[in-house]
């Protein structure tokens, strides 16, 4: 199965800040469609699991142009800039591209 | 407005049987493709199940091949979860996941999800 990492388990930062969080892939995500099929996903206490990103740069509808989706073949990105008290989460990773789909370990994004 | 609604959980002893459900609305529930996706307490998300818009087809992570069914409704909109054999591994909420549209996917709306504890 393809396996994801992300690298750092909790990321330290103030409001305003700029972060990035790193989601490592074990073999490509690209497709014969030129798509890559990794997609983000945000996790608050009490609220339902919100999908940011798919297709490794596409935001969803309503995702604030703070956060931005980067990336190909192994190696993708979730940026956030100017990050909002909000944005205080855990991020997951999620490939798509081969059944068992996976998950990455989760990121926490925790104020400094 | 898109709503998921999981129902079901609760204590089950090893060994044992449990269904979940999940009723759907605010979308036509048979244009998508529809999950199951599973957390254990503190820690991260895992993929458990997914079918196709009529449920002729489904896939399921390793780890619950075999002992999980997943099946669905149209006519009532509503996605199951037939759980056999349970294991103590098995203890997680268990959240109902909308694949996004045609093949973008990935899953666009969640549920709040229900816990379910399998303990002797």
């Known amino acids: 199965q393809i396996m994801l990492t992300q690298q750092a388990e909790s990321l330290w930062i103030s409001p305003g800040e700029r972060v990035s969080i790193t989601c490592r892939a074990s073999q490509s995500l690209l497709y014969t469609d030129g798509k890559h099929y990794l997609s983000w996903y945000q996790q608050r206490p009490g609220q339902t699991t919100k999908a940011l990103i798919y297709h490794a740069s596409v935001r969803t509808d309503g995702v604030p142009t703070r956060f931005i989706g980067s990336g190909s073949g192994t190696e993708f990105t979730l940026s956030i800039e100017h990050v909002q008290p909000e944005d205080f989460a855990i991020y997951y990773c999620?490939?798509?591209?081969?059944?068992?789909?996976?998950f990455g370990a989760g990121t926490k994004l925790e104020l400094k | 407005e898109v709503q998921l609604v999981e129902s079901g959980g609760g204590l089950v002893q090893p060994g044992r049987s449990m269904k979940l459900s999940c009723a759907a609305s605010?979308?036509?529930?048979?244009?998508?493709?529809m999950a199951w996706v599973r957390q254990a307490p503190k820690k991260g998300l895992e993929w458990v199940a997914s079918i196709s818009y009529e449920g002729s087809s489904t896939y399921y992570g390793d780890s619950v091949k075999g002992r999980f069914t997943i099946s669905r409704d149209n006519a009532k909109s509503t996605l199951y979860l037939q759980m056999n054999s349970l294991r103590s591994e098995d203890t997680a909420t268990y959240y109902c996941?909308?694949?996004?549209?045609?093949?973008?996917?990935?899953?666009?709306?969640w549920g709040q999800g229900v816990m379910v504890t399998v303990s002797s």
């Open positions: 999620l490939q798509t591209l081969k059944s068992p789909y996976t």
């Open positions: 996941a909308r694949q996004g549209p045609g093949t973008t996917y990935y899953f666009d709306y």
């Open positions: 605010g979308f036509t529930f048979s244009d998508y493709y």
